[in-house]
């Protein structure tokens, strides 16, 4: 009975995974422009700072190091997946 029933849904997962690679992905352009003009908006109030690096110094503590480089990787996130689109 759980056999069947993992398979049931295996089945159910194996075809909603076909179905949406199936589908042809599309921009929506009014979107990505609005993400490309927030991007290079220093005062973005979407990404709230995180469309800019931040330096990290030597005498910084762990803990700001720690910050930084967490909003670094959301910084280089954030980066690839617009370039992504754009592409």
């Known amino acids: 009975m759980i056999l069947e029933i ?3 849904n295996q089945n159910v997962l194996i075809n909603s995974i076909n179905y949406l690679n199936n589908t042809a992905f599309s921009i929506n352009n ?3 422009n609005f993400i490309l003009d927030e991007w290079i908006n220093e005062n973005s109030n979407y990404f709230k700072g995180a ?3 931040l330096n990290i110094n030597k005498n910084d503590s762990k803990e700001d190091k720690a910050k930084k480089q967490s909003h670094n990787s959301k910084y280089w996130r954030y980066l690839n997946t ?3 689109a754009t592409i």
């Open 51 to 53: 469309n800019k690096l």
């Open 82 to 84: 617009i370039k992504l």
């Open 30 to 32: 009014e979107v990505l």
């Open 6 to 8: 993992k398979l049931k």
